[in-house]
């Protein structure tokens, strides 16, 4: 169960949702500030960078004890492929990054409706090369995306699956945005419950980003369709009371039909990337994920 401050501030935002979202989309996602001053600020004792040598911004995170010194976290951010800047990017992967005791690079990709389908994946995999042109072998690479950046994540090996590239070292998916159809029950049935996230807003962003509604269920646009055959280990996180439980759900019985090594975790009673909340919970996941990544990256 989930612990009672985090049950009231829950509420909280339920009761006040369009408000929240208001503030979120409009303040945290789409306001953003240039890299050189998001690195100045300190997250979870880690220290950061501005990446030089890419076309967008980006960010090396360093955390104040590096556990693994020749692997590399990967950070897709979410916001429906609508919104998101280096603030939400910082305050997301720096926890992660600091219990793994793995450095981080994050950045962020181009924006639909004004760039739909496949920039984001184009820029993704540009950072991958970037990457993998500075030293790190693939499979000291992992990949940590975050609602839409879980899609991404995913886009991103089925891209290097399908050029013959070897894939990553692992993949941590946080409440991942993997079927833009919605086809789940969990859309329907948690909508009344759901703290944060509206059905009818992500699906105009899924069109937009898609380039229309007839390519939603496509393997390229919603991953849950795919073959994740040679796809490498993979920790899903989800909450219960969030409308992409679903998608979480369908993506691991995908993954396990396909022979991965995927395990999902259901967060009782937390919302949509409720690891971003510092709740108690949120604490918890983050240190599961970080243990995760480090124990796959090590070696």
Wanted: net charge negative.
């Amino acid at each position: 169960m989930p612990s009672r401050k985090s049950q009231e501030m829950l509420e909280l935002i339920r009761s006040h949702k369009k408000l929240a979202s208001n503030v979120s989309n409009g303040m945290l996602m789409k306001v953003d500030a240039p890299a050189e001053r998001v690195a100045k600020i300190r997250v979870n004792g880690t220290t950061a960078l501005p990446v030089k040598g890419l076309e967008m911004p980006a960010l090396r995170i360093k955390p104040k004890n590096i556990l693994a010194e020749d692997a590399v976290l990967l950070h897709l951010h979410g916001g429906a492929y609508v919104s998101g800047g280096l603030l939400q990017c910082r305050a997301l992967i720096s926890p992660i990054c600091a219990e793994a005791g793995i450095r981080a690079v994050t950045f962020t990709y181009r924006l639909a409706p004004e760039h739909p389908y496949p920039a984001q994946l184009d820029d993704a995999y540009r950072v991958w090369s970037f990457l993998r042109d500075a030293g790190y072998p693939a499979n000291k690479i992992g990949l940590v995306g975050e609602s839409a950046g879980g899609n991404l994540a995913l886009a991103l090996c089925l891209r290097l699956r399908e050029q013959g590239e070897e894939l990553p070292g692992a993949l941590a998916l946080l409440s991942p945005w993997v079927d833009l159809a919605q086809t789940g029950e969990s859309y329907e049935q948690l909508k009344n419950v759901d703290a944060t996230l509206n059905a009818e807003e992500l699906m105009e962003s899924a069109v937009a980003f898609a380039g229309g509604r007839e390519r939603l269920t496509s393997p390229v646009i919603s991953p849950v369709y795919a073959d994740f055959t040679g796809f490498p280990p993979t920790l899903i996180h989800c909450g219960t009371r969030e409308i992409l439980l679903s998608d979480a759900e369908k993506l691991a019985e995908a993954m396990l039909r396909d022979g991965v090594d995927a395990h999902l975790v259901r967060w009782e009673g937390m919302c949509h990337v409720f690891q971003a909340f510092g709740f108690e919970e949120s604490k918890a996941a983050n240190h599961q994920l970080g243990v995760f990544l480090y124990e796959k990256l090590k070696g």
